[in-house]
Nanobody
Framework: QVQLVESGGGLVQPGGSLRLSCTAS????????MAWYRQAPGKQRELVAG???????NYVDSVKGRFTISRDNAKNTVYLQMNSLKPEDTAVYYC???????????????WGQGIQVTVSS
């Protein structure tokens, strides 16, 4: 069993910063792409940023220049540094990872439980 646990969310004023963390644990052989998604009330879940095992990154246009995704492969952890936060960034943020478990024949996607980020004055 693999588990993803997120931390670092909360309430922040517009223009502020937060850093999200997500750590994978369990019977892990390797982790491929790690990503952050978000879902605002009444909206579909969207991909915010992703990072490959080699460090290649991609971002949704609305966060480019403000958010930075990174990972520590030794710690099975992915981060999302969020700067210049806007009210429209308010959402539940979810960690996602493609994980090859010990004994598995193929990797599979895993999700964290989600963490609330609220940007408001």
């Amino acid at each position: 069993q693999v588990q993803l646990v997120e931390s670092g969310g909360g309430l922040v004023q517009p223009g502020g910063s937060l850093r999200l963390s997500c750590t994978a644990s369990g019977s892990i052989f390797s982790i491929y792409v790690m990503a952050w998604y978000r879902q605002a009330p009444g909206k579909q879940r969207e991909l915010v940023a992703g990072i490959s095992s080699g460090g290649r990154t991609n971002y949704v246009d609305s966060v480019k220049g403000r958010f930075t995704i990174s990972r520590d492969n030794a710690k099975n952890t992915v981060y999302l540094q969020m700067n210049s936060l806007k009210p429209e960034d308010t959402a539940v943020y979810y960690c996602n990872a493609d994980i090859f478990e010990m004994g598995a024949v193929a990797p599979s996607g895993s999700w964290g439980q989600g963490i609330q980020v609220t940007v408001s004055s």
